[in-house]
C-alpha cells in the first residue's frame, strides 16, 4: 500500500555545486553587509568623539566651566596674568604681536559667529578702536562656550578690562582705526557696565547735530533724520541732555582738541613775543563794558556784576609797570540771544600792549598771534580736523599769502557792499555799525575777490565803540579800533586805549555815563595814581575762532558745556 504523505515533504536543500549562478549571488551579499557594517561603526566613533568634545568644552553644565575665572564683573579678587603689559590702543606696534597686553576701553560693538567665536570692537579716546577676537576652544580653556555667550550680552559702552594677545588680523579691519593688528582675548572683566538702553547711542552722538535751539522740537521736526546708513542724527537738547554720550563722540573729542591747541599755540605765541600772563577777577564792582548786557547778583551787602570782559585789569596790569599781558578765561555777557553765535559765557583770549609809536603795532601783533594759531593748528590737528569734516563737511580756510594781509578801513568795506554786495546793502553807511548779516555778505565778497577767509577791518565809527576806545586825532568820528573777522563773522574786537584821565572822562560824559559812579571812578583814578604809557589790545573769542575755522554750523559745538539764555545745565 503506497504512502502519500512521505511524497508531500520536500528533499532538504542541498549547497549548490561550485561555479553555478547562487554561489557568486551570496558572496556579493557578504561584502555589501561586511561593508554597511564598517560605514556604521565609523559613524558611531565620530559621535563619541564630537560628544567628547563638547563635554570638554563645558556643555556639560556650568559646574564644568573651565574659563570661569577669565570672565564676569571685576571683582577684588581679579587676576590679571603678571606678565600683562597695560597698553593704550595708540602704542601698540609690530613689536607687540604674540605679547600679552591689558587693554581698558569701551565696548563699542559686539557680534557673534556661531556659538564658539565673538567679536568685540573695543574704543579708547576719542576714535582709537580695534577689533577683539573671542575663540571657545576644544579643552575650554583659556576661553569656553559659556564665555563667548557672556561676553554677547555684554552692554554696549560698558567700560571693560581685556587680557589678549596682539596678533596681525587676516586682513585689515576697516571698521577700526587700530586695523592692522587685532586682540585675540583671553580674559574680560566688566569694569562698570552700561544700562541696557542708551538715552543717545554714540552712532548718534558721531552725527551732524540736527537743530541748535533751546527750544524742545516741534512734533514734526522729531522725525528721525537719517543718513544712509540708517543712523538717526538728533537734536543740541537731546545731546545735552545726553552728555556722556555727547562728549564720547569722536568727532566732539577733536573737537575739543582742536580747541585746546588754540589755547595753547596762543599762550606760546605771546610767550614768544615778552608777554606775561595774569588772571583777572570775574566777580567785579561795576560792568566793565557798561550797557545792561551784564549779570548782577548780590553780594552780601551790596551788587557784583559777572566780568564782560577783562578789559580794566589788563589796562591795570600795563598801567602796573608790565609791558605786555595776556589772560585765558571766562567771558559773561546777558544778552538774550539765542542764536548759533552767541552764548552767555565762553572764553576770552585777551592782550594788552604798551604802544611806542602806533596802534598798528598792536593790530600786527594780533594778526601775528592768529596767524600762528591758524598755521599751527592746520599742521597739529590734521587728523583731527578730517575725522571733524566726515560729519561736518567744509572747505579749507583761506589764508593769505605771507606780506600780502588784508586790512580795509571800516568805510572800504562799506563801500565794497555797496558797489558789490548785495541789493539789500547797497545804501549802508560809514558810521553805523555792522550787521551780522553784512558780516557775512563781507566775507563772501572777499572771499571771492582777495581769496582770504581772514582780514581787518580798521577806522571803526566812534558810534561802534566803548567808552574805552581812542578817537582819531585826526576825525572824531572814528576810533583807533578794528575787528578781524572769519569766513565773515567777527572774531576779535580791539584797539587803543584812552590813557588820560581828563580825556577818558571825557568820553565817558560823551558815551553817557557818569565818570564818578561805582566802578567807573575807581577805574579813571587808576590813571591818576601814576603816568600810564599807550596802550591797546584786543580780546579773541575762543569758541568763535574754531567754529569758524572749521565752518561749524554753532558756537554750542566747541563749547564745553554751552551756556545760552535758557540753558543751564549741565
Not at 180 to 198: Q, S, Y
Amino acid at each position: 500500500m503506497s504512502e502519500p504523505a512521505a511524497e508531500l515533504t520536500p528533499p532538504p536543500s542541498q549547497p549548490p555545486a561550485e561555479g553555478e549562478e547562487g554561489a557568486t549571488v551570496s558572496k556579493k551579499a557578504a561584502k555589501k553587509a561586511e561593508a554597511k557594517a564598517k560605514k556604521e561603526a565609523e559613524k558611531a566613533k565620530r559621535a563619541a568623539e564630537r560628544d567628547a568634545a563638547a563635554a570638554a568644552a563645558g556643555t556639560a553644565g556650568p559646574a564644568e566651566d573651565l574659563a570661569k575665572d577669565n570672565y564676569g564683573k571685576e571683582t577684588p579678587e581679579t587676576v590679571l596674568s603678571p606678565d600683562a603689559v597695560d597698553i593704550s590702543l595708540k602704542d601698540i606696534k609690530e613689536e607687540h604681536i604674540g605679547k600679552t597686553v591689558v587693554v581698558r576701553a569701551w565696548v563699542q560693538n559686539s557680534r557673534a559667529q556661531g556659538a564658539k567665536m565673538a567679536f568685540l570692537e573695543l574704543r579708547e579716546e576719542g576714535n582709537w578702536a580695534i577689533q577683539g577676537v573671542l575663540s571657545a576652544s576644544a579643552e575650554g580653556k583659556p576661553v569656553s562656550r559659556q564665555m563667548v555667550k557672556w561676553v554677547g550680552t555684554i552692554t554696549l559702552e560698558s567700560y571693560v578690562i581685556v587680557e589678549a594677545t596682539v596678533q596681525k588680523p587676516l586682513e585689515p579691519v576697516k571698521s577700526c582705526k587700530v586695523s592692522n593688528f587685532e586682540l585675540h582675548i583671553t580674559k574680560v572683566f566688566v569694569h562698570a557696565a552700561a544700562p541696557n538702553m542708551l538715552g543717545m547711542t554714540l552712532a548718534t552722538a558721531n552725527r551732524a547735530v540736527t537743530n541748535f535751539s533751546d527750544e524742545d522740537a516741534p512734533a514734526v521736526e522729531n522725525l528721525s533724520i537719517t543718513d544712509p546708513t540708517g543712523v538717526p542724527a538728533a537734536t543740541m537738547l537731546t545731546h545735552l541732555d545726553n552728555i556722556v554720550m555727547h562728549k564720547r563722540a569722536p568727532v566732539q573729542q577733536a573737537i575739543a582738541d582742536v580747541r585746546a591747541e588754540v589755547k595753547d599755540l596762543f599762550r606760546s605765541y605771546l610767550k614768544s613775543q615778552g608777554f606775561k600772563e595774569f588772571e583777572p577777577p570775574c566777580l567785579i564792582g561795576a560792568a566793565s563794558e557798561g550797557g545792561a548786557n551784564v549779570f548782577r547778583l548780590p553780594y552780601f551787602d551790596k551788587e557784583a556784576f559777572l566780568a564782560q570782559s577783562p578789559q580794566f585789569y589788563k589796562q591795570f596790569e600795563i598801567a602796573g609797570g608790565r609791558k605786555r599781558v595776556f589772560s585765558i578765561g571766562p567771558v559773561f555777557r546777558a544778552e538774550n540771544s539765542n542764536t548759533p553765535r552767541h552764548m552767555t559765557e565762553f572764553t576770552g583770549l585777551d592782550m594788552e600792549m604798551e604802544i611806542k609809536k602806533s596802534y598798528h603795532e598792536v593790530l600786527l601783533m594780533l594778526e601775528g598771534v592768529l596767524l600762528h594759531i591758524f598755521r599751527g593748528i592746520k599742521e597739529r590737528c590734521a587728523e583731527e580736523i578730517e575725522l571733524i569734516r566726515t560729519v561736518y563737511p567744509s572747505e579749507d580756510f583761506l589764508l593769505p599769502e605771507s606780506g600780502k594781509e588784508l586790512r580795509l578801513t571800516f568805510a572800504e568795506g562799506q563801500k565794497l557792499l555797496r558797489e558789490e554786495g548785495p541789493e539789500e546793502f547797497r545804501n549802508v553807511t560809514d558810521d553805523e555799525d555792522m550787521s551780522t548779516p553784512q558780516e557775512k555778505a563781507l566775507g563772501a565778497l572777499i572771499r571771492e575777490k582777495y581769496k582770504t577767509d581772514f582780514y581787518v577791518l580798521d577806522k571803526f565809527p566812534e558810534s561802534a565803540r566803548p567808552f574805552y576806545a581812542k578817537e582819531d586825532p585826526k576825525d572824531p568820528k572814528l576810533t583807533n579800533a578794528y575787528d578781524f573777522f572769519m569766513r565773515g563773522q567777527e572774531i576779535l574786537s580791539g584797539g587803543q586805549r584812552i590813557n588820560e584821565p581828563e580825556e577818558l572822562e571825557a568820553r565817558l560824559r560823551k558815551k553817557g555815563v557818569d565818570p564818578a559812579s561805582p566802578g567807573i571812578k575807581e577805574y579813571v583814578d587808576v590813571f591818576r595814581q601814576a603816568g600810564v604809557p599807550a596802550h591797546g589790545g584786543g580780546g579773541i573769542g575762543l569758541d568763535r575762532v574754531v567754529a569758524w575755522y572749521l565752518n561749524l554750523p554753532s558756537v554750542h559745538l566747541v563749547s564745553f558745556y554751552p551756556r545760552t539764555p535758557k540753558r543751564l545745565l549741565p
